[in-house]
C-alpha cells in the first residue's frame, strides 16, 4: 500500500520531540469512524531483541476476525530508548511492513498510544499521519494521565485525564484482568474507539489483531535468534 513519507527518520532526541510538537496539531482525534463499515482492521505491532526491530502487520477481516494478511519487516534499530519517543524506534521498520500490504484495511490498531501521549503524539498518531488513515492506539500500560478506578466488568471505563483534557479511556476489556488504555490516533474518536475494541477482543484482554500481530513479530524473532 502507498503512505505519505513524512519526513526523514535520522533525528537526535531533542529534534524528534520539536518534530512531535510541531505534527499533533495535523491530528484529528474527534471524527467519528463507523465501525459497522469496516470490513479490515489490522494489529501493529513491533518487537526489539538484540537491537534489532522486528514489525508485524496483521490484516483482519472484521467482524469475523480471520486472518487475510500478515506483513512482516526488520531492520536495525535507529532510535536508543526514550519514553515518549517510540514512533522514531519503531517508525522506520513500520513503514517498511506497511508498504508490503497488499490490502488496505479501514483502520489500524496499533500496541502503544494514541493521543494519550504527553505530546499528544503517540505511535498510533504519529504513523496515522503517514498512512492516512484511522488508527487508535492500545496500550498495556499508562504513558500519561490520571484515571480513576475501573468497575470489574467487561466494557467498563475510566477516563484518562491529563493537564485537565481527557485523552483516553482506561477500559476493562475482560474481567478479572488489567484494563487497557486506549486513545484516537488519528481519524477517529474516542466513542469509536472504544466501540472497536470491545468488538476485537471477544475472548482475551487485548485485541484480535494486536495479538495476532504480536505473536508474528515474536515468531519472526524467534526464528532470527
Not at 74 to 85: E, K, M
Not at 198 to 205: A, E, H, V
Request: aromatic letters at 4%; one cysteine or more; proline letters at 8%.
Amino acid at each position: 500500500m502507498q503512505l505519505a513519507h513524512r519526513h526523514d527518520w535520522s533525528l537526535t532526541p531533542s529534534e524528534a520531540i520539536a518534530l512531535q510538537q510541531r505534527m499533533r496539531a495535523e491530528v484529528i482525534a474527534d471524527q467519528p469512524l463507523d465501525v459497522d463499515a469496516v470490513r479490515l482492521v489490522a494489529g501493529v505491532d513491533v518487537s526489539v531483541r538484540d537491537n534489532v526491530s522486528q514489525a508485524a502487520v496483521v490484516v483482519l477481516r472484521f467482524p469475523e476476525l480471520t486472518i487475510v494478511e500478515t506483513v512482516l519487516a526488520a531492520a536495525p534499530t535507529p532510535f536508543p530508548y526514550v519514553p515518549g519517543l517510540l514512533s522514531f524506534r519503531e517508525g522506520p521498520v513500520l513503514e517498511e511492513a506497511f508498504r508490503k500490504l497488499k490490502h488496505t484495511p479501514d483502520v489500524f490498531i496499533f500496541d502503544g498510544m494514541g493521543i494519550a501521549h504527553p505530546r499528544r503524539l503517540g505511535i498510533a498518531s504519529h504513523m496515522g499521519l503517514w498512512l492516512g488513515l484511522p488508527t487508535i492506539g492500545c496500550g498495556k500500560t499508562r504513558l500519561c494521565g490520571r484515571h480513576e478506578a475501573v468497575g470489574p466488568d467487561k466494557g467498563d471505563a475510566a477516563p484518562l485525564i491529563d493537564r485537565g483534557e481527557t485523552i483516553g479511556v482506561a477500559l476493562r476489556t475482560r474481567a478479572g484482568t488489567n484494563p487497557v488504555f486506549i486513545s484516537p490516533g488519528h481519524l477517529c474518536d474516542l466513542p469509536s474507539a472504544v466501540t472497536l475494541i470491545l468488538r476485537t477482543t471477544p475472548k482475551f484482554r487485548l485485541p484480535e489483531p494486536v495479538r495476532a500481530a504480536h505473536k508474528a513479530a515474536g515468531a519472526m524473532a524467534s526464528q532470527d535468534r
